[in-house]
């Protein structure tokens, strides 16, 4: 694919260049070049700011009647990127930078114009001196004098300096710390009286109770507990039932009622003692006596057998 790309051109053995014509273009023939805004500016009409590194499409031409040592200046146009409304501005060779023309000022422009003072200052001083020897004179004076006066401030910052060095950083610093140790030790000993002052009055408070205590009774103090044996309980079960049996025998004495004195009546009435058929009445008469040994639930028995006698009677 190498004869797409053409290198060298074929010219006939009949051409002559001086037969070309050449196009007449205008001077003031406006480009459309890709550029970024050389500093920072704001749109006059909306108010935009427009910083610098912006890039834009704008329209270059060359300014007519305007060279810088044989270098031709440029203007460039732009649009603001909110209004849409036309900003130009042109190269100045002469210093180097460029120069807001139309629809916008430039930002943090002081230090630009203060030097351009500057150098207005000192170009028409040296004119002035050129011509005239006397403003030579005059300005020599003025200059002399004024670095005598820079001397001089200088001299006394620097005696300033040496006042400042013969200070005693070291006392400076014993000294604070012997202040801030008495300040330690004042607040130690604030601390102890305080504490001194707390402990009295408790003392006093304690002794106080003390003495409205005395006055009262005292109690009698408390028996220790004593300790069982590991074998009391062997001892306890018995009297435990013991003790059960004779509050139950307590309880039914009186229920049991024993009918001695009907059969003593009857007998006594009929001048006869029992009849030998008889024997269940007997035994109601007569009961058993009781032995230490028996229990409330068979004194209850008893009496069931003598309720039933005498209601066979």
């Known amino acids: 694919m190498s004869e797409r790309k053409v290198l060298n051109k074929y010219y006939p053995p009949d051409f002559d260049p001086s037969k070309i014509p050449k196009l007449k273009l205008p001077k003031d023939r406006q480009y459309v070049v890709r550029l970024m805004a050389p500093f920072n500016m704001r749109c006059k009409t909306c108010g935009e700011y427009i910083y610098k590194g912006k890039k834009f499409n704008a329209r270059k031409e060359t300014?007519?009647?305007?060279?810088?040592?044989?270098l031709p200046i440029f203007r460039f146009y732009i649009k603001c990127t909110r209004c849409l409304a036309e900003i130009t501005f042109k190269t100045d060779p002469e210093n180097t930078d460029y120069t807001m023309e139309h629809g916008a000022t430039r930002n943090f422009q002081a230090e630009k114009l203060l030097e351009e003072e500057e150098k207005r200052v000192q170009k028409e001083r040296e004119d002035e001196e050129l011509n005239n020897p006397m403003k030579v004179l005059e300005n020599r004076t003025k200059d002399s004098k004024l670095e005598m006066e820079v001397l001089e401030n200088l001299q006394e910052l620097k005696e300033l300096n040496q006042r400042q060095a013969h200070v005693?950083?070291?006392a400076m610093l014993r000294q604070h710390r012997l202040s801030e140790e008495e300040r330690r030790r004042r607040q130690q000993e604030e601390d102890e009286q305080e504490t001194a002052?707390?402990?009295?009055?408790a003392r006093r408070q304690r002794l106080l109770?003390?003495?409205d205590s005395e006055d009262e009774a005292a109690p009698a103090p408390p028996r220790p507990a004593l300790r069982p044996q590991p074998t009391a309980i062997l001892h306890e079960a018995p009297k435990a039932k013991r003790k059960a049996e004779s509050a139950g025998r307590a309880q039914l004495s009186g229920l049991v009622m024993v009918k001695k004195a009907k059969t003593a009546a009857a007998a006594g009435s009929t001048g006869q003692g029992p009849s030998p058929g008889a024997p269940e009445s007997k035994k109601a008469a007569d009961p058993a006596p009781?032995?230490?040994g028996t229990s409330s639930l068979s004194q209850l028995g008893t009496y069931g057998d003598s309720g039933d006698s005498d209601g066979s009677n």
């Open 63 to 70: 300014v007519q009647n305007e060279v810088y040592l044989g």
């Open 168 to 170: 005693d950083f070291e």
């Open 197 to 201: 002052a707390l402990l009295e009055e």
């Open 209 to 211: 109770e003390d003495s």
């Open 290 to 292: 009781r032995t230490p």
